[in-house]
Nanobody, 118 residues
Framework: QVQLVESGGGLVQPGGSLRLSCAASGIIVRLYTMGWYRQAPGKQRESVATITSNGSTNFADSVKGRFTISRDNAKNTVYLQMNTLTSEDTAVYYC????????????WGQGTQVTVSS
C-alpha cells in the first residue's frame, strides 16, 4: 500500500519560510517523478514543483527563485523549501508521485495547509 504523508505546514508571516516534507512508503521515491501541488480556495489544483527520477527539477513561474524541491533517498522523503512566502502562497499543499511503466501510477498525499498571514 502506497502512502505519502505530508508534514510541515502551518501559519507563517509574509516573508517567512517553511519546509514541507513528504514521507513515502510503498514506493521508492527516486524511481518516481515526485511533485508538490497546491490548491487555494476556489482555485484549481496547480503544480508547484517537480523532481524527476534523474533529478531534474521544474517550478511554477510564481515560485521560481523562492522554492526548492529536493529528495533524500535514504529517508525516502521529498522536501519543498519555501522562502519569501506571500499571501498568494496560501493553499493546501499536496505531495504526488507518478510514473508510467506498463500502467500509469499516480499517488497523492492527504495535503497540508500552508497559511501566510500577518
Amino acid at each position: 500500500q502506497v502512502q505519502l504523508v505530508e508534514s510541515g505546514g502551518g501559519l507563517v508571516q509574509p516573508g517567512g519560510s517553511l519546509r514541507l516534507s513528504c514521507a513515502a512508503s510503498g514506493i521508492i521515491v527516486r524511481l518516481y517523478t515526485m511533485g508538490w501541488y497546491r490548491q487555494a480556495p476556489g482555485k484549481q489544483r496547480e503544480s508547484v514543483a517537480t523532481i524527476t527520477s534523474n533529478g531534474s527539477t521544474n517550478f511554477a513561474d510564481s515560485v521560481k527563485g523562492r522554492f526548492t524541491i529536493s529528495r533524500d533517498n535514504a529517508k525516502n522523503t521529498v522536501y519543498l523549501q519555501m522562502n519569501t512566502l506571500t499571501s498568494e502562497d496560501t493553499a493546501v499543499y499536496y505531495c504526488n508521485a507518478r510514473r508510467v511503466l506498463v500502467t500509469a501510477q499516480n499517488y497523492w498525499g492527504q495535503g497540508t495547509q500552508v497559511t501566510v498571514s500577518s
